[in-house]
């Protein structure tokens, strides 16, 4: 196979159905007006920003979950659509288990990591979320687009820290 040809295949595998989708028609986006939290950050290298409020609430143990969660955001296509399945896995989810995705999210895009054993190291509904993030790992071929993968995540963890609300 000839390089263009190859580097053709890798572009596809990157911009796999399910990133378009996202990209193109994004979910959740917009800023809520109860957030509870809110963080904005950038990715000067690619020019991607992107800005997440959140809502939250205790669960019938008391543990604080995700109410609400929407995304406004500006920038390449990998980054909009991290962005839009975040906010798609992460709702009604305790900052606990947030915190474990966002991580699974970072190691799930790194190539040395091998992909069933990042899943494999969560519990099952942090798993589960996991999975349905595997279109991201197309980024393993572009090592230098994983903040664009990871912008939207950094800032969640930001904003759910800020509200010094990890006690759970
Ligand atoms: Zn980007």
Redesign the pocket.
């Known amino acids: 196979m000839t390089e263009i040809l190859k580097s053709k295949r890798n572009l596809l595998e990157l911009y796999q159905d399910i990133i378009l989708k996202h990209s193109k028609m994004p979910k959740n986006t917009g800023v809520l007006k109860d957030y509870d939290c809110c963080y904005k950050e950038k ?1 000067p290298l ?3 920003k992107v800005t997440v409020s959140a809502s939250l609430v205790n669960d019938v143990n008391e543990i604080k979950v995700v109410k609400d969660i929407l995304f406004d955001g500006k ?2 296509a ?2 909009i659509a991290s962005a839009s399945m975040m906010t798609e896995v992460t709702k009604g989810l305790s900052l606990k288990k947030i915190f474990d995705l966002a991580d699974g999210v970072s190691n799930i895009c790194k190539d040395q990591m091998l992909l069933a054993n990042v899943i494999n190291s969560f519990d099952e509904e942090v798993k589960n979320r996991l999975s349905s993030l595997q279109a991201l790992t197309g980024v393993r071929n572009y090592p230098a ?1 994983l ?2 993968v990871t912008l939207p995540w950094e800032a969640l963890t930001k904003c759910l820290s800020n509200k010094n609300n990890i006690s759970n």
């Open positions: 990715n690619c020019g991607d920038g390449c990998i980054s687009r903040r664009c």
